[in-house]
């Protein structure tokens, strides 16, 4: 009896959710379609029902991640801004929340970014590009001054540079060096925020 094509469907999700999280924690190179699928609970086999290789699957992954992540799902929350922004800040930059099941595509590890094959290479950039345009809309509407653009890009390099290098120092120092990080980052956001203009007494 053929699958359905709603079977079909769950079954590539599946697939993409579990190459999502395993691309995220240790990067393109150390991720095997045997390991995907072993963890998906599914056949090699199954694998090419669906893609045509591990660089397609990379790439097909990336997107998803970025459309189920937590940045986007935030992004279509109506909330108070500061709140919004801290939350996107302070969630990347917490250490256990690399156990979520919906990982930020920023997690991907920043070696994915110089690899040698140019399709991982182009799909990691395609991702980060994405997310910048992504967190330039959202300080759009928080009344952010200056070049926004630059400041976006500038706090997705600072995001991911904490995070690579957070993963090599050992764990008592770890809290600190992100907390000192997350600062940084809202000292900077907070800066280039438009103040609301008060009344003079005097009118």
């Known amino acids: 009896m053929p699958y359905t094509p709603q079977h079909k469907e769950q079954t590539r999700q599946r697939i993409l959710q579990t190459a999502a999280k395993l691309f995220c924690t240790y990067g393109f190179d150390r991720v095997t ?5 072993k963890k998906a609970n599914m056949t090699r086999g199954a694998f090419y029902a669906h893609f045509s290789g591990k660089s397609s699957l990379y790439e097909a992954a990336l997107q998803f991640a970025a459309s189920t992540s937590f940045w986007a799902r935030r992004e ?5 801004k500061e709140t919004h ?7 990347y ?3 256990t929340h690399n156990d979520n099941n919906s990982p930020s595509p920023l997690e991907f590890l920043v ?6 094959e140019e399709k ?5 950039q395609a991702c980060l590009d994405s997310l910048v345009e992504r967190l330039t809309v959202i300080l759009q509407k928080q009344g952010t001054t200056g070049d926004i653009k630059e400041l976006a890009e500038e706090t997705v390099v600072s995001l991911v540079g904490t995070v690579a290098i957070a993963r090599s120092i050992n764990h008592p120092l770890q809290e600190d060096f992100l907390k000192r990080a997350q600062n940084r980052i809202f000292n900077r956001i907070n800066s280039a925020i438009k103040k609301p203009q008060t009344m003079s007494n005097n009118t």
């Open 111 to 116: 070696t994915d970014a110089a690899h040698k």
């Open 85 to 91: 922004i801290k939350a996107l800040v302070t969630r």
């Open 120 to 124: 991982v290479r182009k799909a990691y």
């Open 76 to 80: 279509k929350q109506s909330e108070d």
């Open 93 to 95: 930059l917490s250490w």
């Open 33 to 37: 379609l045997d390991q995907i699928m």
